[in-house]
């Protein structure tokens, strides 16, 4: 199989062993199909929905058309570094969207591109491009007042140390005085290392922002972080269950510029606080973490945070948000305000490759537009697409919303029917809208799934999956940090009749799994 040899050779392998292997030829609406051994097509009920990015359906007719039309009208793709006109109608659009949920009035500025990942990499860099430019004025200001004490006329008057509560290492210890241009010169190289200091950005255990250099080390999961962890992102991660670790990340991260003021008794050492924090990112319902809600405090305890530290919230919405959760931003839902928003996955209607990072205009860095570009993103077909998306969305009075929240109601009450049947089989059901989840107690260690579960580490999940498509022409996968969760996030078009198909199968699962069975794998 080529596939196999040229592409992901061991991953294949593992596919194959856990029944995954099909090779989808057709998709359609809510499901995909592939040929069995026979050569017959088999349609198969996609509750994965391609990791969120399907909202729409596979293959929606009504854009499949417009695409067309766009490239039969020879629409420009590639007119990079020219005026994009549907990408300015796009962005125009999403942030009147945007001010119609969160009940603002202020411009969000979008950069466009091309995948989830790439899109919180550009609100990461913006971040540090905007703390940089303010540390800079910071440096600038404190340095011209330092630089005048250095070169004035009191620049040799003797200061005697002991009275100044100087932070140790600034100068020698066994000075007891120095002039006040040797401490002014200390003074500047201090804070020349404040101004140097990498940024330090929070994130959430369990988060998944993106496999990039950058966002993997935003992204929790260590099989996926660790090996790539002297990069050199500083990431450090808040246990949403432990919120009194703000005011610790708040200390461990605190430092301070230095400055002199003229007082009665001479002179006083000043400390300014600065913060190392960047930004704080968060989903504001954990996708690949396995489909996690918060306390409300707790998003009241972020925003807070934020502000204090006067850094960004980045809000990555790139799996909950653009419909998923029943509203155009997940976060709406939670009453939760972010700076920079990142939008990806269902933007693009299912068949564009689009991202966006919308950023407040009052937070936007107007230098940024020059130093961030890619070619492929804003292209015409792409932007038009989406806005199509977006318009869909808001059709109706927001009828799909409603749709999405109707359907993913009446999903969530069959499977928590089924915690409530097989308590031993399954730990808790979480999620709204059709971003849902199901997490399934620890069964590795019990049974005849042993010497599965030995092989394949935490395959659990996996193991359902392969099962769930070969006998049940079933499609789901467990989150990608934390395969105990199924995840549910079937396209807006399932219907309930699918939805009714998917319990019971999965009621045949908890059977297996109640009886302890093992689960028959890959068809023979
Ligand atoms: N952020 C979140 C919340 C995601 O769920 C994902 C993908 N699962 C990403 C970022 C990365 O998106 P992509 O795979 O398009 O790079």
């Known amino acids: 199989m080529d596939y196999r040899d040229y592409v992901r050779p061991k991953y294949v392998e593992l ?64 007119a990079q570094m020219s005026v994009r006109g549907a990408a300015g109608e796009l962005a125009h659009a999403l942030s009147d969207a945007l001010n119609a949920e969160l009940n603002n009035r202020e411009r969000y500025i979008s950069t466009f591109s091309n995948s989830g990942a790439e899109a919180v990499e550009i609100a990461v860099k913006h971040a540090e491009y905007c703390r940089q430019k303010q540390l800079q004025e910071q440096f600038d200001a404190l340095d011209y007042q330092l630089a005048q004490l250095s070169s004035g006329e009191q620049a040799y008057q003797l200061l005697d140390l002991a009275s100044l509560d100087i932070p140790a290492g600034l100068l020698p210890a066994s000075l007891d005085s120095a002039t006040l241009r040797q401490l002014a010169e200390a003074l500047r190289q201090h804070n020349l290392q404040v101004l140097q200091s990498a940024p330090v950005f929070v994130a959430l255990k369990r988060s998944f922002h993106g496999k990039l250099v950058n966002t993997v080390q935003l992204t929790h999961g260590k099989q996926y972080r660790q090996p790539f962890a002297r990069f050199g992102l500083q990431v450090d991660f808040l246990d949403p269950a432990q919120p009194e670790q703000f005011a610790q990340l708040q200390q461990r991260h605190q430092q301070a510029w230095l400055s002199l003021q003229a007082c009665a008794e001479g002179w006083q050492l000043v400390r300014h606080a600065q913060s190392r924090i960047a930004a704080v990112l968060l989903e504001p319902i954990q996708g690949e973490g396995g489909i996690n809600e918060f306390p409300a405090e707790f998003y009241l305890g972020v925003r807070r945070f934020s502000n204090q530290l006067q850094c960004p919230l980045i809000i990555d919405e790139v799996q909950a948000g653009f419909g998923r959760a029943g ?3 997940a976060s709406s839902q939670f009453n939760l305000q972010g700076d920079y928003y990142c939008l990806s996955k269902a933007l693009g209607g299912g068949l ?10 009052s937070h936007y860095q107007p230098d940024f537009s020059y130093i961030h570009s890619s070619t492929f993103a804003e292209d015409d077909v792409s932007c038009q697409i989406a806005l199509s998306a977006l318009r869909r969305l808001q059709a109706n009075d927001g009828a799909m919303l409603k749709d999405i929240a109707h359907k993913g109601a009446y999903l969530k009450s069959a499977l928590q029917e089924l915690h409530t049947a097989y308590p031993e089989v399954i730990a808790d059901v979480r999620g709204r809208g059709l971003l849902l989840g199901v997490e399934l107690h620890d069964l590795s260690k019990t049974g005849s799934l042993v010497q599965i579960s030995a092989q394949y580490n935490e395959a659990l999940g996996y193991i359902i999956a392969g099962y769930l498509l070969q006998h049940e022409a079933l499609r789901v996968a467990p989150s990608g940090s934390n395969s105990n969760v199924i995840r549910l996030e079937p396209p807006a078009c ?16 908890c059977e297996h799994l109640r009886r302890r069975d093992s689960l028959p794998l890959a068809a023979g």
């Not at 009749?497 to 319990?503: C, P, S, T, V, Y």
């Open 327 to 329: 509203s155009l931003l």
């Open 15 to 78: 596919m194959q062993a856990l029944g995954l292997q099909q090779q989808f030829h057709r998709a359609s609406g809510s499901q995909l199909f592939y040929r069995n051994a026979d050569g017959a097509e088999v349609a198969v009920d996609d509750f994965l929905g391609g990791y969120g990015a399907a909202l729409f359906g596979h293959n929606d007719p009504e854009f499949v058309s417009q695409y067309c039309q766009l490239l039969e009208a020879q629409i420009p793709f590639n």
């Open 352 to 361: 564009a490759k689009i991202a966006v990072t919308l950023i407040r205009a």
């Open 494 to 509: 399932i219907s309930l009749a699918q939805i009714d198909r998917l319990i019971g199968a999965l009621q045949r699962v």
